[in-house]
Structures are given as C-alpha cells and as structure tokens.
C-alpha cells in the first residue's frame, strides 16, 4: 500500500513539475540553461532574493544552508555579502563532505565569485554534516509550490536527505525556517503530495510577494530508510556508510 501511494506521488508531482516547466518556458521567464529537468531559474531571481533578506527569518539567521542551483544564486551572494556563512551542498552528494562552507571572514571581496558552484568548490571548505553548526535559515531549490507549504523539487531528493540527516545530528529543529525564492508561476493550486521524507515550506518568497505559510505538513525526523532505493543509497558515498553502519548494528 505504501509502495502504490509513494508512486502515486511521484506521478502527480512529476505531471506538476512539466506543467510549471511548461509554463516557465512558454512565458518566456525562464532564464538559460532553460527550465525542464532543473530547479528552473526564472526572470526576478535577484529581486526575490532582496524581498527574503527583508524578512524576519533572514535577518536573524547567522549560518544558512542554501541549495547550489542557478536561481538561487542571488540568495548566496546577498547572504555572503551581508556577513552570514553559507553551507552549499555539493551537487548530488557525490563526496562524504557533503557541504561546502562559505565563510565571508575569508573571502574579502569575492563573496559574488563564491556564490557560483564553480566558485564555491574553489572557495569554498569541504565540510562533513556532523562538523557544521546548528542552521537558522534553509533555502530550498523548488520548482513548484504550495501555498499551505507543499514543496516539489527537481525529484532527486538530495534536498530531503539533507534536511533529514541534519536534523537527525540536532542541527535542523523547530528554530530552522524554511524558505524558497520562486517566480509566481511556480505557485501552484493542484495538490502537492507530500510523503514522510519530503520537507514542507515555512516562507515562499517571490519578487513581489512574502508568503508565510502554516506548518501544515509534518516535517522528517530524520533519514526514512524505507523511502530509498539501493540505488540511491549506492549513488550517495555517506548513504551508503551508514547504511553499513546501520545493518552491522541491529
């Protein structure tokens, strides 16, 4: 029964994501390298960023962990900038180090050069999970939204193994806010499914619109190993350790 509602899910946030792709691209407001497949990046990107960093949520958050995708770009430098240090996840999980640390003390001036994925693996310290400190504030990649807090990624799901491993190390709790910067097409009215792995939005913010959403949606408590594949395990190098560790201990 589970197995037949996760792929009921992900058929219905699949057909949710080609639809807002397909919107994206035919209102000419996505930006290169297009929109399908990809947190897309959208026309207003900068602007939604300077509406988040007005928000309460910003301007009290020190540490912040932002995904590493184009849209989001304008989010890391303002928060270099503004003297915050950014944990960026290295794309797909591919190393143990799962996080890139942007600390603004030792950039002095390339703060915008760092911000860039290219950037941030020059720049940036390769971070293990359990070294980082609590984060106040999680920008996430979405490439739809609901307005009660239902999130659909690109469907990979690294976002939501970040999230779940954090909070299992007591570095996300109830103090974390969760936020996503979009352009309104992004914000949808179909429902978004949202399973026991999948993390629900606290703040969506838009170039002209702050939405605050209600926790509605329960959030992981931690890594849902039922929801993984051996695949997925395998493709992730830490996942797959603790997997190890995790079967050598029952």
């Known amino acids: 029964m ?15 994501r080609e639809r807002v792709w397909s919107l994206l691209t035919e209102r000419r407001v996505a930006r290169f390298p297009g929109a399908v497949g990809r947190i897309p990046n959208f026309v207003g990107a900068e602007a939604a960023a300077r509406r988040l960093a007005q928000s309460s949520a910003w301007q009290a958050a020190r540490v912040i962990k932002c995904n590493p995708d184009a849209p989001q770009l304008p989010v890391r430098a303002l928060a270099l900038e503004q003297g915050k240090r950014v944990f960026m996840a290295v794309p797909r ?3 143990e180090r799962w996080f890139l640390e942007l600390d603004p003390r030792r950039l002095a001036g ?3 050069a760092a911000a860039s994925i290219r950037g941030a693996g020059k720049l940036g310290k390769a971070t293990l999970p359990k070294d980082m400190p609590r984060i106040e504030l999680i920008v996430a990649g ?7 807090g239902a999130r659909a ?3 990979g799901g690294f976002s939501d193994l970040e999230f779940a491993l954090l909070t299992e190390l007591g ?16 914000i949808v009215s179909e429902p978004i499914p949202m399973l026991a792995h999948d993390i629900p939005l606290d703040l969506i913010v838009t170039p002209d619109e702050t939405i605050r959403c209600p926790r509605r949606h329960r959030r992981p408590k931690g890594i849902v190993w039922s929801a993984l594949t051996d695949e997925k395990i ?3 190098p830490l996942l797959a350790r603790l997997a190890r560790e995790r079967r050598r201990d029952r």
């Not at 058929?11 to 949710?16: E, G, L, N, V």
């Not at 979405?142 to 009660?148: F, I, K, L, N, Q």
């Not at 570095?171 to 992004?186: C, E």
């Open 110 to 112: 390339r703060e915008r």
């Open 234 to 236: 395998a493709e992730v």
């Open 2 to 16: 589970e197995t037949t509602r996760a792929g009921h899910a992900a058929a219905s946030k699949q057909a949710t």
């Open 171 to 186: 570095l996300v709790g109830r103090w974390t806010t969760v936020a996503t910067t979009v352009h309104p097409l992004q």
């Open 153 to 155: 990624g690109k469907g």
């Open 142 to 148: 979405s490439v739809a939204v609901r307005r009660d």
């Open 93 to 95: 999980l591919r190393e």
